[in-house]
């Protein structure tokens, strides 16, 4: 258990909707970043936020956005879902935002768009 | 941009032979390197790390170490077991806040 929790486990929902993904870092942690992985591209980075402020973009689209709370947890939001939307998307968090520091991934939140 | 390319296997090896998996990046400066590990319906843990050049990181009975003249980062092991299959990923950490840049990983199958 690395001790980041994703809600919920299992989305499944309709192109067009939106969807809100929760995360909680480790106890600690100031800095939480969001992973997509699928078949054809992989596991990319989307964004980073460190204490509350976004430090970092990855390859996330326009449709998405994310923010991290006073309490550090984060949500990341996916609008006008489309079927090329469907992955697993994973939280990871590190106690400050460098080198060296270890990410820690939550178990992943599985989404499926139909 | 700064890339990873590693051997996507599918790699079957019998217990207890010798494991190599290739990883070679690019990337702007000295990255920090790291082996993920994803065992089956589970989220990434961290397998072993190294810093700076001619860092050998190890854990678990892998290593790998920081090759800067080659950019590359091997993956080893002399001896896997079946507890070892999974998919496993190398990643440079980068300049975008020292996100991770994954290669698109390895799956390993160890057969008794």
């Known amino acids: 258990d690395s001790g980041v929790t994703q809600t919920p486990k299992h989305l499944i929902t309709a192109t067009g909707q939106r969807v809100t993904l929760r995360c909680s870092p480790r106890?600690?942690?100031?800095?939480v970043y969001w992973y997509q992985q699928s078949l054809d591209q992989g596991l990319q980075f989307l964004i980073q936020y460190y204490n509350g402020e976004e430090r970092a973009k990855g390859n996330i689209l326009e449709r998405f956005s994310a923010q991290q709370f006073p309490d550090l947890h984060s949500e990341l939001n996916l609008s006008s879902l489309e079927l090329g939307d469907s992955a697993l998307y994973f939280c990871?968090?590190?106690?400050?935002?460098?080198?060296?520091?270890?990410?820690?991934f939550g178990p992943g939140t599985r989404l499926t768009v139909l | 941009g700064d890339s990873v390319t590693q051997m996507e296997g599918p790699v079957t090896l019998s217990e207890e032979a010798f494991l190599t998996i290739n990883c070679t990046y690019t990337a702007t400066g000295y990255p920090s390197l790291f082996w993920y590990v994803q065992y089956p319906g589970e989220g990434l843990q961290l397998l072993l790390k190294?810093?700076?050049?001619?860092d050998k990181g190890s854990n678990k009975g892998f290593e790998a170490t920081y090759r800067k003249e080659t950019t590359s980062f091997h993956l080893e092991k002399g001896s896997v077991q079946v507890s070892d299959s999974a998919v496993y990923f190398c990643?440079?950490?980068?300049?975008?806040?020292?996100?991770?840049?994954f290669g698109k990983g390895t799956s390993l199958l160890v057969t008794p």
């Open positions: 190294a810093t700076k050049a001619d």
């Open positions: 106890s600690g942690d100031l800095s």
């Open positions: 990643a440079p950490d980068s300049n975008s806040g020292y996100a991770l840049n």
């Open positions: 990871a968090s590190s106690e400050a935002s460098g080198s060296y520091n270890e990410q820690f």
